[in-house]
């Protein structure tokens, strides 16, 4: 059986109230790393079950979200590209500490007014180090050069389906193509793509697969397959006006600019933190 590795990076996240622990709702996620820490991103509105624009509930109870429960592979006895998926499940990840201060990341300069997070995820799976965790490597990523152009097709991997897990428990890959021009904004760093996407994707991550590569020599055929970029996180179409969810456009936000800030603001913070901590024999 042959896995796609980008497959075992998405998250399934369901949101649970604090008293009752009711469901209120399914989203996605997933996992990257960033100077070797873990990462779980997903969009602000899932985190906070509110909507990012006018910072309303929701759900029509007015519920927020307490503890995820989340569902994701990881891969056991890892050897170089060879993986033997395992599925997990967190049934109670906590979004606040004992402080009841929120364990999420926003923006450090536009807060919630980009609708993404990410949370530090230091789980060991199992107890064991021959589990790890399939995570996106931003650091590779953003060695690479961009290269969007409006019309490009895009796919937002993630979990439409909201009461059961989607077939044998892998994410859909869901098609759309860039609608708007994608470097050209003036308040927000996102742009717009087009396609039927359902509830239960917002968090995806946005993938472009580059094209198969043929090279024709006279008495060879080298084929090369196109690589994954990872463009940015997907925002839903819900949330928006009514015209815009009418004419099917969903929020992409770019990582560099959403994204990388997070996790840089929290890395500076907590090696400074850990610093000016005295330690105590």
């Avoid at 996605?28 to 960033?34: D, H």
């Avoid at 890892?78 to 993986?83: A, D, K, L, P, Q």
């Avoid at 990410?118 to 931003?138: H, K, R, Y």
């Avoid at 990388?260 to 090696?271: E, H, Q």
């Amino acid at each position: 059986m042959k896995i796609h590795l980008n497959s075992l990076k998405v998250c399934q996240i369901e949101m649970l109230a604090e008293e009752t622990m009711a469901s209120l709702g399914f989203a996605t996620g997933f996992f990257c790393i960033y100077k070797s820490q873990i990462f779980l991103v997903t969009n602000w509105h899932v985190a906070t079950g509110r909507n990012f624009q006018t910072k309303e509930s929701l759900h029509f109870s007015g519920a927020i979200p307490a503890y995820f429960k989340l569902s994701f592979w990881y891969a056991h006895n890892r050897s170089n590209e060879t993986v033997s998926p395992q599925f997990a499940i967190i049934d109670k990840f906590a979004l606040y500490n004992e402080c009841d201060e929120p364990i999420y990341r926003e923006h450090p300069i536009f807060s919630n007014k980009i609708d993404v997070v990410a949370i530090p995820f230091g789980i060991t799976i199992s107890g064991t180090e021959n589990n790890e965790i399939i995570c996106i490597d931003i650091e590779k990523e953003l060695e690479k050069k961009d290269s969007l152009e409006v019309m490009q097709p895009l796919f937002i991997v993630g979990y439409p389906l909201e009461s059961t897990l989607t077939p044998n428990k892998f994410p859909i890959y869901k098609y759309g193509t860039i609608a708007t021009e994608p470097y050209i904004y003036k308040d927000s760093p996102l742009f717009y793509v087009d396609g039927k996407t359902k509830k239960g994707m917002s968090g995806s991550q946005v993938v472009y697969k580059q094209e198969l590569k043929v090279d024709i020599q006279p008495n060879e055929i080298t084929k090369t397959e196109g690589r994954i970029d990872f463009i940015g996180i997907y925002s839903g179409r819900e949330r928006q006006e009514n015209t815009l969810f009418e004419a099917e456009l969903g929020i992409v936000w770019h990582y560099k600019e959403c994204l990388v800030p997070i996790l840089d603001d929290y890395l500076t913070k907590f090696t400074a933190l850990a610093n000016k901590t005295p330690f105590y024999s």
